[in-house]
């Protein structure tokens, strides 16, 4: 699976911003897809997850009620919209991918910068 995310920048906090993610290869419903985040000096933690039907979605909780993972299966293109964004979140982002009876993440995109300025 190769992963390809697009639509970092630079906002002001309680902005938006909305991160994609093109995804091509293998049969890409065996997969879970998800978006993880890199702070400065932090390790990297996990933002939300969906499968390809849109009915398991997962987030974390310091996102929920602000970000919105969805996918376009006709693209094979996973979204994150963010919404209310705050200084925390300023982070390099990841998009990510795991077979579903897998419990590794193994297949992972270059990441796009996110930096939310107070």
């Known amino acids: 699976v190769q992963l390809q995310a697009f639509g970092g920048g630079l906002v002001q906090a309680g902005g938006s911003l909305r991160l994609s993610c093109a995804a091509s290869g293998r049969t890409l419903s065996r997969y879970l897809m998800g978006w993880f985040r890199q702070a400065p000096g932090k390790e990297r933690e996990f933002v939300a997850t969906i499968d390809w039907s849109g009915g398991y979605v997962v987030y974390a909780d310091s996102v929920k009620g602000r970000f919105t993972i969805s996918r376009d299966s006709a693209r094979n293109t996973v979204l994150l919209q963010m919404n209310s964004l705050k200084p925390e979140d300023t982070a390099v982002y990841y998009c990510?991918?795991?077979?579903?009876?897998?419990?590794?993440?193994?297949?992972w995109g270059k990441g796009t910068l996110v930096t939310v300025s107070s």
């Open positions: 990510a991918a795991r077979e579903v009876y897998v419990s590794t993440w193994n297949y």
